[in-house]
């Protein structure tokens, strides 16, 4: 048996790994298009300061690109090291997209990056423009197959358990690819990575504007960021509605969490704006509702209305009891596959084999499973509602911030006033980590949202973790977080020296790396 | 043989080939990395042969993100139990490979000579340590290695982390390091001129004389090491767990494959052939065709390793009969053969655009250049 706090640490390292590593993919999946609109500026018009733009943003691109790639060889990893029943028991399925995630994206936008940074003076202007374009493309792919195995988690279509080697096998590859969960959250994910590079861009030109450095280069920047911003804001709303609305059909517990649905509601249900859930009384407090909306929202209609906790609860219980005899089945299969019984019963039982095993957290044995411990397990259905809710709103609120940011800018910035709004451009330097915020948000809202399982319906977490000791796991734990921070404290020290450097001055020596006099008087590096 | 397992047996020849590809180009990027204190004596020739590598680190080490991935998704009874297995060791490989991406890109932003060592020491251990762990986990693989498994495939590692530490295992990984450093060093002929390839061709000389030693030793070792047998179980392509099966440890099994074909001695001869080959090559200054010979030395021992242990990938020592075989470790048919159709379309890809790749970043290094303040250089 699995101990629990082995559990716990392992999740707690997946989470802060993951997290971590979602700080820097975003802004590559978006900076990388930016890039490759600049440039194409540049081949089409030959105005050198869009080669200037596509150089100075790609050299902070690179900063950042290095520190994703660094984290995302752990993470691919990481579910062998620290998640090996779940590997064994989905790698059929989820491993497929992570090896064409390799074949397909990876090694695109990793072998064409070195020609991006590399290849100015060896490639033609466009062979470099299909370079740049080629690593957007990568990156972005990248994500897209990253979202399929991901979406695996969240919706498990296209595969059925096989008793006869103990785990998931792929039934239909196309199910699998094409899922609703994968399409929806795939391109509100990627765009959202749009909205972040598009702040981040917004922000730095913005301080440029400030202090009246670089001036032409930080108008044109702002000005396509912005538009680009406006565009992807829009569409990393519509997409996380249409998320929403696939999350009401395929985990009504993800989103009776995400709203804090306690109990079934009259249609037209109302939206809780602001609330405080208490998982242990099942109940909130300081309620503020807006009438009508939740209905909207999540059913795009007046007269629909979702399940609450209670009825899901209820609907977990008798799920649980039909899955005791797929789990008991599956043991004999185990000992004998030739059992003919064995395997008529748990076929008739299958689609609760997840519930049963839900169970065995409380019933090792589960012949002798009380209903107190059926209730315990069906109360275990339940993600953490707090948590959930709140960085849902967190998130949806930030992304309606962002939008009215990106109006704004694209207004000014059409206008030719932003350049004299010095409200408007400080605001701008401090969205810079509004973005960042809000995907981390929807990382916490998708994945805590997913609990208690690691494949939803199918495998809960407590049985997916490998089975180390709790010195093992505190030894890489602490590993993880020393080296993580001190590599964030890196990064940013590299990031904000670049951005105070500036692009580098058409004619300037050392083209790229010169220090303006009044920096730190002299020459940087070469 | 049925399709599944046709199946089976093309994934096993192909993440051999994978893991040859990972062996040669990342290897080679360790290697400079493992070497660069010794063969750059200034800054600037530091640079010079990080510049060497420089266009294509980023795209080599994506060949170790694709042999995880094919594990992963053709073998994951592998990807779970070994990368579990050997967790501490599995971190020392992560922690110190997470520090080159680092090294590579931060390395230059900053001239203060107290950041640029350290760099250097980084870059030293992100190269050496990866490699002693990769050529180890081949030694592990032939000695075996303690696990079991539960009714339902829970999977549980009884040993310790200095278990997989042993004599022949380190063997392996100074094999591994060699033969990665010797390639690094080609790789810094190719693209340097003066000292730092005059110190480069050193280095191979002595990479190349030690791997040949330490495979020498290492495959009498194995002539004497218990192998494995699979003596009964479902057989290849049919599905299965791993409690369904008899193996037994025989002293020399690992010669059985030897004996039954021949041939393959073909392998071990290639891994002598090619570490000799790279050797007189580097004395003749051909590090091109050195470089060339280098990778197919690193084919013929990576090659005599998986023929001695077919079909197993991950023998149990402490109970034989849970050992991993290339028929009970790998995917179902239908993700294997969708893996094979997406393999057979985006590898000869991927290698079409990593040699134009190669082929546009051609030529020497300039140090010149890079003196002068080339903006894109590392």
Redesign the interface.
Same mark, same amino acid.
């Not at chain 2, 420089?54 to 795209?59: E, R, S």
């Not at chain 2, 995880?68 to 053709?74: D, K, L, P, V």
């Not at chain 2, 890079?370 to 250089?377: F, L, T």
């Given at each position: 048996m699995i101990n629990g706090t082995v559990v716990d640490l392992s999740r707690v390292q997946f989470a802060a790994t993951a997290l971590y590593h979602f700080l820097f993919v975003p802004l590559t999946l978006g900076l990388s298009f930016l890039l490759a609109a600049m440039e194409t500026v540049y081949v089409t018009t030959g105005k050198p300061i869009y080669k200037q733009m596509a150089q100075f943003w790609g050299k902070l691109f690179m900063i950042n690109f290095a520190l994703g790639v660094a984290t995302g060889l752990t993470m691919e990893f990481q579910f062998g090291t620290n998640w090996s029943f779940y590997s064994s028991f989905v790698g059929d399925i989820f491993g497929a997209p992570l090896a064409i995630e390799g074949l397909m994206a990876f090694f695109m936008e990793s072998t064409f990056v070195g020609l991006m940074v590399f290849g100015w003076e060896r490639l033609s202007k466009g062979q470099h423009l299909a370079a740049t374009w080629l690593v957007a493309f990568g990156s972005n792919l990248s994500a897209l197959w990253i979202l399929v195995a991901n979406g695996f988690m969240q919706d498990p279509v296209g595969a059925t358990f096989d008793p006869f080697t103990m785990r998931m096998q792929l039934t239909s590859f196309q199910k699998l690819i094409f899922s609703p969960d994968v399409q929806s959250k795939f391109v509100h994910t990627s765009i959202a990575g749009y909205v972040t590079a598009a702040v981040f861009v917004t922000g730095v030109s913005a301080f440029y504007l400030l202090r009246k450095r670089h001036v032409p280069l930080a108008k044109r920047s702002l000005r396509m960021a912005a538009l680009f911003g406006v565009l992807a804001t829009i569409g990393v709303i519509t997409l996380g509605d249409a998320l929403g609305f696939v999350a009401a059909r395929v985990q009504p517990t993800k989103l009776a969490a995400m709203e804090g649905l306690w109990k079934a509601q009259a249609a037209p249900m109302p939206f809780n704006l602001i609330a405080f859930p208490s998982q242990t009384e099942q109940k909130n407090d300081g309620v503020v509702q807006v009438p009508d909306l939740l209905s909207l929202l999540v059913t795009h209609s007046l007269d629909r209305t979702v399940l609450g906790v209670d009825a899901l609860e209820r609907q977990a219980r008798r799920r649980i009891e039909q899955g005791i005899p797929a789990v008991q089945a599956l043991r004999v299969l185990a000992r004998d596959p030739t059992n003919a019984a064995a395997l008529a019963k748990f076929t008739a039982h299958r689609r609760d084999l997840g519930y049963g095993f839900l169970l065995q957290r409380y019933a090792p044995d589960l012949s002798q499973a009380t209903p107190a411990q059926v209730r315990a397990a069906a109360r275990d259905t339940i993600p953490p509602v707090a948590a959930v809710f709140w960085s849902f709103r967190v998130m949806v609120g930030l992304g309606l911030l962002m939008l009215a940011f990106f109006v704004l800018a694209a207004l000014y910035s059409l206008h030719n006033t932003v350049q004299n709004k010095r409200w408007f451009l400080k605001v701008a330097v401090w969205m810079i980590p509004v973005p960042f915020l809000a995907n981390e948000c929807g990382w916490l809202v998708a994945e805590l949202g997913r609990q208690p399982w690691t494949v939803f319906d199918v495998l809960p977490t407590w049985m997916s973790a490998s089975t180390h000791s709790v010195a093992y796991m505190v030894f890489s734990l602490i590993g993880f977080l020393g080296l993580y921070s001190i590599f964030i404290v890196i990064e940013l020290y590299l990031l904000v020296r670049a951005i105070r450097l500036g692009p580098a001055e058409p004619g300037g020596a050392g083209e790229g790396r010169t220090v303006p006099a009044a920096a730190h008087g002299g020459k940087a590096e070469g | 043989m049925g399709l599944y397992a046709t199946l089976q047996v093309i994934w096993w020849l192909l993440l051999g080939v994978l893991l040859m590809a990972l062996a040669v180009m990342v290897g080679m990027d360790m290697g400079v990395g493992a070497i660069l204190r010794y063969v750059g004596r200034t800054d600037l020739e530091r640079r010079v042969a990080l510049?060497i590598i420089?266009?294509?680190?980023?795209?080599n =080490?994506?060949w &170790?993100?694709?042999g995880?991935?094919?594990?992963?998704?053709?073998f994951?009874?592998l990807?779970?139990?070994? &990368?579990?297995g050997f967790?501490?060791v599995?971190?020392l490989l992560?922690?110190t490979?997470?520090?080159?991406?680092?090294g590579? $890109?931060?390395r230059? =932003?900053?001239?203060r000579p107290a950041w640029r060592n350290t760099w250097d020491w980084v870059l030293f251990v992100s190269g050496a340590v990866p490699m002693i762990v990769f050529g180890a986990a081949f030694g592990n693989l032939l000695r075996g290695v303690p696990f079991h498994f539960e009714? *339902?495939?829970?999977? &549980?590692?009884t040993g310790s982390f200095l278990g997989l530490l042993n004599p022949f295992a380190l063997l392996t990984g100074v094999l591994a390091l060699s033969l990665a450093a010797m390639m690094g060093a080609l790789m810094v002929m190719n693209g340097a001129e003066g000292a730092l390839f005059q110190r480069a061709r050193g280095v191979v000389q002595v990479t190349a004389g030690v791997a040949i030693a330490l495979f020498a030793v290492g495959g009498l070792w194995v002539h004497a090491m218990p192998g494995y047998r699979l003596i009964g179980g479902p057989g290849p392509g049919v599905? =299965?767990?791993p409690?369904?099966q008899s193996v037994v440890t025989v002293p020399g099994a690992w010669l059985t494959n030897f004996g039954a074909y021949p041939l393959l001695w073909l392998a071990p001869l290639v891994g002598f052939g090619g570490m000799i080959g790279a050797w007189l090559a580097a004395r003749a200054d051909r590090s091109h065709l050195g470089w060339w010979l280098g990778a197919l030395a690193w084919s013929g021992v990576i090659a005599t390793a998986g023929a001695a242990l077919f079909p197993f990938m991950l023998p149990s020592s402490t109970d034989p009969s849970m050992s991993l075989t290339v028929w009970n470790a790998s995917?179902?048919k *239908?993700?294997l053969l969708?893996?094979a159709g997406?393999?057979a379309v &985006?590898?000869p890809l991927?290698l079409w655009?990593?040699s134009w790749?190669f082929w546009?970043?051609r030529g020497k290094v300039s140090a010149e250049k890079?003196?002068?303040?080339? $903006?894109?250089?590392y």
């Open positions: - | 510049n420089g266009p294509h680190w980023d795209g =080490q994506v &170790f993100v694709l995880g991935g094919a594990i992963f998704a053709a994951p009874l990807y779970a139990t070994a &990368f579990s967790y501490v599995m971190l992560l922690w490979m997470i520090l080159r991406p680092l590579f $890109e931060y230059s =932003q900053i001239e009714w *339902d495939m829970t999977s &549980f590692y599905p =299965q767990t409690l369904q995917s179902s *239908d993700t969708w893996m997406f393999a &985006f590898v991927i655009y990593t790749a546009v970043m890079i003196a002068r303040g080339d $903006e894109h250089a």
